[in-house]
């Protein structure tokens, strides 16, 4: 009895104390619905408390966390100046904008690029103190840090177990450098000239396929895109070694797995999502260990690059033989398994954000039918009347409006709308306010994509042209592929995946999109899509129809 009235009398103390606290700190109006419960707390006589006294106690208790909660985060977005940075006023306890970040994430990041108005906002997410930034100079700061002891991107919460621990999407410092400098063999204009036909291939058999079944009839077209996509990646990084229809049902089914992790609760064991994925990892990465072996045995007798391991394989025993030259050990990258975990990484990169650009194309042509009349008059100016000729590195260089509409649809759809950091010390992100240590900060990769080009709001691939070039004069805004030590090597590859696809759909296909109320929105699934993209296809039969009759409007003028 006598402990616990002292245990009580303690507790009862330090809550006084916090209150008095606090009421110097916050308004007069947060105290309005917790003036009852103080008031009722000191008539209370201390003896052994019935559980109408311990609920009170509870609930003061309660009361006193979230007022710390709102304190710290009172004192965390506090700038110099004395002003805090802009944001909602009492985030929700605890839960701070999870529940509307999770059931309408387009509406949570809205009101945050919305509150950032001078480039900076914050909010909470589950206690979690979060900053969101909206300057393109300062997004592009963060994401060049790259510091064990300041700054590191962070993923998903599940990522280390999907991908694994030791994948490299973890990692930095000298190993990081040392792989990305090998990975510049992967896209020479040769090594892009091999994958671009293997592209055409695998998207003239995809779009026949969707004509033989779908034509006519309306489909949600995201799903059949991230199909043609998978195989896409499949076949050009490793196509030659996943001969084994067996081996490659299962290899896409553990892939498959492994995606749908990322869009599941983080809870990683026995049964759960996060815990197959982790599982689809385990098989991905033994399969591709064997690609890698085989690759090494096939350029080892003098074959020529087919796909993108046998072009890094390519690289890798050239540096081994450096090495031992030298007499060094091999590079830690050029491991079978090493290998393999990296082009799990490479299938990832290229995986989700390829397919929401490709979303895009389909419902951004669908939507600007004169954009669409222009990129099919260079195609038959470049290619000429026989289509069916494989589109080529040399074609490829000759379609430049196209490329203009991808480079443009990549701005204004940037399919990887933030890049998440974490900072492990003080960081002055302006001479006015400084993170804390323990922010997860976004730079945002749309809202810099959205800013200072000639009418940034406007589909407009005409600003690429020759006589604006807004990618070069707002180059600090164009942040789509990334900044800093993990810029995106494969941007070359995005690109001419996206314009090939465009090439062929447009002589092959003739389309239009349903739209409905929903269809200016964006769904989040981890990179965004349109909220909805009903297509229907038709095979196209005329080929004068929508047809521009000049492609450029700007050529010849100053």
């Not at 350029?299 to 025993?317: H, M, N, S, T, Y």
């Not at 604006?468 to 690109?495: Q, S, T, W």
């Not at 447009?506 to 909805?532: A, F, G």
């Amino acid at each position: 009895m006598n402990a616990t009235a002292s245990v009580l009398t303690h507790t009862q103390n330090v809550v006084y104390s916090t209150m008095d606290q606090l009421k110097q700190l916050l308004p007069d109006s947060f105290w309005q619905e917790t003036l009852a419960a103080e008031k009722a707390l000191r008539r209370m006589e201390f003896g052994l408390p019935g559980f109408g006294s311990l609920m009170m106690y509870g609930g003061v208790m309660l009361g006193a966390y979230v007022m710390m909660e709102q304190l710290r985060f009172k004192m965390k977005r506090r700038t110099k100046s004395g002003k805090g940075i802009p944001g909602p006023s009492l985030p929700i306890p605890f839960l701070g904008g999870l529940i509307e970040m999770v059931k309408d994430p387009y509406a949570f990041w809205e009101r945050q690029r919305l509150y950032a108005s001078k480039g900076v906002s914050y909010n909470s997410l589950f206690g979690q103190f979060i900053v969101f930034v909206t300057d393109p100079i300062k997004c592009r700061e963060l994401m060049t840090v790259n510091d064990p002891e300041k700054m590191l991107m962070v993923l998903h919460p599940s990522a280390k177990n999907i991908l694994g621990k030791k994948n490299m999407a973890f990692d930095h410092g000298p190993g990081h450098k040392a792989i990305r400098k090998s990975f510049l063999s992967l896209f020479t204009r040769k090594a892009l000239s091999v994958y671009v036909q293997l592209q055409d291939g695998i998207i003239r058999r995809h779009v026949n396929e969707w004509l033989g079944k779908h034509e006519g009839e309306e489909i949600e077209i995201r799903t059949l895109l991230r199909d043609l996509n998978l195989m896409t990646s499949q076949e050009v990084f490793v196509g030659p070694y996943l001969d084994d229809p067996e081996t490659k049902e299962k290899f896409t089914a553990a892939y498959l797995a492994m995606t749908e992790a990322f869009l599941a609760f983080p809870l990683c064991f026995p049964g759960t999502t996060v815990w197959k994925g982790r599982q689809g990892r385990l098989y991905v990465v033994k399969v591709l260990e064997q690609c890698v072996k085989r690759a090494k045995v096939y350029i080892q007798k003098g074959g020529e690059p087919r796909c993108l391991v046998d072009f890094w394989v390519a690289k890798c025993l050239d540096e081994i033989k450096e090495a031992e030259a030298a007499g060094e050990p091999a590079p830690a990258h050029s491991t079978d398994h090493k290998m393999a975990d990296a082009m799990l990484l490479f299938l990832f990169a290229s995986q989700d954000a390829s397919t929401a650009s490709l979303t895009w194309t389909m419902a951004l042509m669908a939507d600007h039918p004169e954009i669409l009349a222009r990129v099919r008059a260079e195609q038959y100016a470049v290619r000429g009347k026989n289509l069916d000729t494989v589109i080529d590195g040399e074609k490829m260089n000759e379609l430049k409006f196209t490329r203009q509409v991808v480079k443009e649809i990549l701005r204004f759809r940037a399919p990887a709308p933030m890049v998440p950091q974490m900072t492990y010390t003080k960081y002055q992100l302006t001479e006015d306010y400084a993170l804390p240590p323990g922010t997860l900060v976004f730079p945002s990769v749309n809202a810099a994509c959205l800013q200072d080009f000639e009418e940034p709001l406007k589909f407009d691939p005409d600003r690429f042209g020759e006589h604006r070039k807004e990618d070069l004069v707002h180059a600090k805004n164009y942040l789509v592929f990334g900044a800093g030590p993990h810029y995106c090597v494969g941007k070359e590859y995005a690109i001419n995946q996206l314009v090939t696809f465009l090439s062929l759909m447009s002589t092959t296909c003739d389309w239009s999109r349903r739209r409905t109320e929903d269809s200016d929105k964006w769904k989040y699934l981890p990179t965004i899509y349109p909220h909805d993209t009903f297509i229907t296809l038709h095979k196209r039969k005329d080929h004068d129809k929508d047809v521009a009759k000049v492609i450029d409007p700007y050529a010849g003028k100053a």
